[in-house]
């Protein structure tokens, strides 16, 4: 065929990508798949382009989404899109999981956030578990109401409001009575732990 007569040879349409990618799926044509990538191939580079790839990674991606079109196409739905609208879309998801992949930093094994902590001294645990037996028996001495607003907010993780709608009490007395109670906790436990 002369350049003459292939200029004058209309684009294949969504009609004819159908028929193609439905020989792809259904009996792995591969002259099916030729043309799909003859047609698609190109246009998805430049795509790519224009969304900010070089062009070896726009060529690289082209071919990773070629291969998942040849991969998964009975998955292809023509009821869901048009071929062009789902190579597009598998083109993108590429070229945005490579985004990810590339812009991902790189872990330091030598980063202290990393590293495991090391396990407390034995007289450390010794004062945690006086700490926390002080706090409990103080918490115990505390009038029942000011314990009950303690543990609502600090061992439900409930805001002042969300105590008030749950209980009822009007805001300033669920803040006056957490004042109260953490302010008599500090001497409480103070005098437990000296």
Do not use: C
């Amino acid at each position: 065929m002369s350049e003459s007569e292939a200029a004058a040879r209309p684009e294949p349409g969504p009609a004819e990508h159908a028929v193609w990618m439905r020989a792809v799926a259904e009996e792995r044509s591969r002259g099916a798949f030729a043309r799909l990538f003859a047609h698609f191939a190109p246009r998805l580079k430049a795509y790519l382009m224009r969304s900010g790839s070089d062009e070896q990674s726009a060529e690289e991606l082209v071919q990773e989404a070629m291969m998942i079109v040849w991969r998964r196409a009975e998955s292809f739905d023509p009821k869901q899109a048009s071929v062009a609208t789902w190579m597009f879309t598998i083109a993108r998801n590429k070229r945005i999981d490579g985004y990810r992949r590339n812009n991902r930093p790189e872990l330091d094994p030598e980063d202290p956030a990393l590293t495991p902590q090391p396990e407390p001294m034995q007289d450390d645990q010794v004062g945690v578990r006086q700490t926390a037996e002080a706090i409990r028996e103080a918490i115990a001495a505390l009038p029942e109401e000011q314990a009950e607003m303690l543990r609502l907010a600090f061992y439900e993780d409930k805001a002042h409001s969300e105590i008030a709608d749950q209980t009822g009490l009007p805001l300033g007395t669920v803040k006056s009575r957490l004042r109260l109670a953490i302010g008599k906790m500090r001497g409480l436990v103070d005098d437990e732990l000296r």
